[in-house]
């Protein structure tokens, strides 16, 4: 049972930062593969970014590779995702997830059965 909880979105200018974070429960955290999705009002569940066990590999949605870069520590049972040069089109609820099994690099939702609550991250033009 992994338990997990986001925290650090905002409001942040077009161009500006951000660095959510998800926090989760259990000694067993360092054996899940994680991930980011987002979901704009009206649209549907978006994948942003995954990262393995131990973080040796990352993969990222073309929408935001090169702007955004996925990292956990297992020893703090969290993961983080470093969000540059915001744009608007980045409005979003923020969701964590986690999965224990699947294949790489996991792209759609229903590939993971942990979910957070989300956290708003919203870009102003």
């Known amino acids: 049972q992994v338990q997990l909880v986001e925290s650090g979105g905002g409001l942040v200018q077009t161009g500006g930062s951000l660095r959510p974070s998800c926090a989760a429960s259990g000694r067993t955290f360092s054996t899940y593969t994680m991930g980011w999705f987002r979901q704009a009002p009206g649209k549907e569940r978006e994948f942003v970014a995954t990262i393995n066990w131990n973080g040796g590999s990352t993969y990222y949605a073309d929408s935001v590779k090169g702007r955004f870069t996925i990292s956990r520590d297992n020893a703090k049972n969290t993961m983080y995702l470093q969000m540059n040069s915001l744009k608007p089109e980045d409005t979003a609820v923020y969701y964590c997830?986690?999965?224990?099994?699947?294949?790489?690099?996991?792209?759609?939702?229903?590939?993971?059965?942990?979910w957070g609550q989300g956290t708003q991250v919203t870009v102003s033009s």
């Open positions: 997830t986690a999965r224990l099994l699947g294949g790489w690099p996991g792209r759609s939702p229903s590939e993971y059965g942990y």
